[in-house]
């Protein structure tokens, strides 16, 4: 049975996975902001390493609440900012039934949805993907693309499973995850050091960085790992070694962050790196690596507003 | 009597400081690479705060080895980067009865110097100046001049008053130290956070950093404080209070890294902060604050380095 699915956030995410939903044969409609007249009149554009297709929503909306239907899934795609007021953006389509799923960055960004519907089943869902918006409505996928999905804070409902298996013979998997929350904090291990040093470093790739500055890096991680630790969410022993050796045999990458930086759009820096570093004081965990990257990210984003303010 | 003092490096720090002796009388010359044709046919400009001159050197020489006197003072004004090769720059100027002088920036940037040269006298000294070359042979000086001398490792040689005495009645103060070690851990303390953070920032402003991130940049003031005390050479004890005060009331400045790196040069990433980490860990300090600015300056080189070659 095709279950009615809303995407809120037409970025690359949004428009990615609602396409697969769609082709999956779900009745799946977004709420579209800034590309709303071009999404209406051709339909959202998918240039993937899976194939090249066209994605025409059920309904396109500005707004969740125009949207006409009941939606058993409500999925935020947004960024994940203090520009963005994610619970505002989807009360209006979360009714008691509504399973309401996140495929965001960052650590301990679920909280906010959860204290505000309290009732309803949250799946928390991370996308290890490359995939960019070119253009307006159009979606360039260039590597990767498994979804981990879990139910927040832990363990595998049926509505997780289903909305996992959707993806089923879509080329992308879908794994679920009975803890979802060290599955972020793992994520999280190669999100901190390199979204923020390819900022900082002017666009440095991935290879580079970790052939130059290997005993760095792995300062940084450690940190995370030792948060998890502290905060009952252990990692793998080895979780170090695995990022270095997988960053090694990856193409050189350019991370989210620097492509919203070179966009000129606000950066996950207080998801990713701000909230990690809160983390680890909570746990009473010492982060120096960590709390300098923030501070410098910090820093940065202050000299990206004060060009704003004199140009 | 006029001694006869040759400048090497014709930087903004060697033409001002040249510049300054000549007018109290010394006869000083300079070993100008660059810019040796516009010098020798115009002199170099000085446009100070203090007033505008032209410096006529006594020699204006390629290299120290066309110079056709004996110096009493050799006076080293050059960055101190991998690029300069310093003892080649002076030895063939350097007799038993020359004094050396270092005007540079920089920690235990001396030792290199003191070993190739252990039968002379090394003066070590600091320049708190604001000062840039903006064309070739034309020099800015828009705040601040003082200097700081004294006898590498230790003390206060009568050459060192006499050469401190030169500057007397020019507008600029010269002091002697007898502990101009520790002056450098003090100057550092400034220096190891606001020349990297100027360039990681993209150029903030230093108002900005200090009314924005106090916290981190306590964190790294203190670490140098507690490598200089390790090496018995203790800072005062409100020395991170008073960087932290002073430079509030400083005007926003721009650092000599910034200013570096704006113009495509070397930076003096090892001299202030590579050098800083490796005292560190050779008196086993911990310094995550520290060590993160050195690798992220490194990483920010790797980029430097990777722009030109796929210019």
């Not at 339909?43 to 090249?52: N, Y």
């Not at 025409?56 to 969740?64: D, F, L, N, Q, R």
């Not at 470093?201 to 130059?212: A, E, I």
């Not at 030792?226 to 350019?254: F, G, Q």
Request: proline fraction near 4%; charged fraction near 20%.
């Amino acid at each position: 049975m095709a279950e009615n699915i809303l995407i809120v956030g037409a970025g690359a995410i949004g428009c990615f996975y609602g396409s697969l939903l769609a082709r999956a044969g779900q009745r799946v409609s977004m709420v579209v902001r800034s590309d709303y007249e071009i999404a209406q009149a051709h339909g959202i554009t998918v240039e993937s390493i899976l194939g090249h297709w066209n994605f025409k929503p059920e309904h396109i909306v500005k707004t969740a609440r125009d949207y006409p239907e009941q939606a058993a899934y409500v999925v935020l795609c947004t960024k994940v900012t203090g520009e963005v007021n994610r619970v505002e953006l989807i009360r209006d389509v979360v009714s008691s039934s509504t399973v309401i799923v996140l495929i965001q960055n960052g650590i301990d960004i679920e909280a906010e949805i959860a204290q505000a519907f309290p009732a309803n089943l949250l799946i928390s869902g991370l996308a290890f993907i490359c995939a960019t918006k070119t253009r307006p409505a159009y979606v360039e996928h260039s590597a990767y693309g498994r979804l981990a999905v879990g139910d927040y804070p832990q363990g595998i409902s049926d509505a997780t499973r289903a909305f996992a298996a959707m993806f089923d013979d879509s080329g992308i998997e879908c794994i679920t995850t009975d803890d979802v929350v060290t599955a972020r904090w793992q994520k999280t291990v190669w999100n901190a050091p390199f979204n923020p040093i390819s900022v900082l470093s002017n666009g440095l790739d991935t290879q580079t960085v970790v052939n130059t500055q290997e005993t760095y890096l792995r300062k940084i991680m450690s940190e995370v790992a030792e948060i998890a630790r502290a905060l009952k969410h252990p990692l793998r022993d080895d979780v170090v070694d695995l990022n270095i050796e997988s960053t090694r045999k990856m193409p050189p990458y350019k991370t989210s962050m620097l492509i919203d930086y070179q966009h000129g759009r606000t950066m996950e820096t207080e998801a990713i790196l701000g909230n990690a570093v809160r983390a680890g004081q909570a746990a009473a965990v010492n982060t120096p690596y960590l709390s300098s990257l923030y501070a410098l990210m910090k820093l940065r984003e202050a000299q990206i507003e004060h060009l704003k303010t004199t140009a």
